[in-house]
């Protein structure tokens, strides 16, 4: 039997990507204007640091509506206990950690740095290709 396939092998490697000391505001506008749900969050290092979602920005304008100002950085609104997946995990291990979560999408790390990114979908068009 052949190796599995990777999440290397199907990750997206090209992102969207935030940085925490970004205006909140501006990284709504990056949300929207490349109509994702969500992008992660990296220092200058190019680190993983957190995640930042459209509801984490509803969250930012409620506070805005009452405040009647934007006030915090993405940092402020990020989670930041974000659960990642390495690139060398083999896709059913993958396929498995998507089963037994209620996220959509990973980001993938490698020495604390963010390399790619893996969603449902990848992993579907994985599955299929490989035991289709």
Known sequence: MSELPTVADYMARELITLSPGQEINDAM??????????????????????ILSKKDCLRAALEAS?????????????????????????????????INSTFRRFPVVQEGRLVGQISRADILRAMAENWG
């Open 29 to 50: 506008a990056v949300l929207l204007k490349y109509k994702i749900s969500g992008a992660p969050v990296v220092d200058e290092a190019g680190r993983l640091v957190g």
């Open 66 to 98: 009452y405040y009647r100002e934007w006030g915090k950085p993405v940092s402020g609104y990020m989670a930041d206990d974000v659960h990642t997946l390495d690139p060398g995990m083999d896709i059913v291990a993958a396929c498995e950690a998507f």
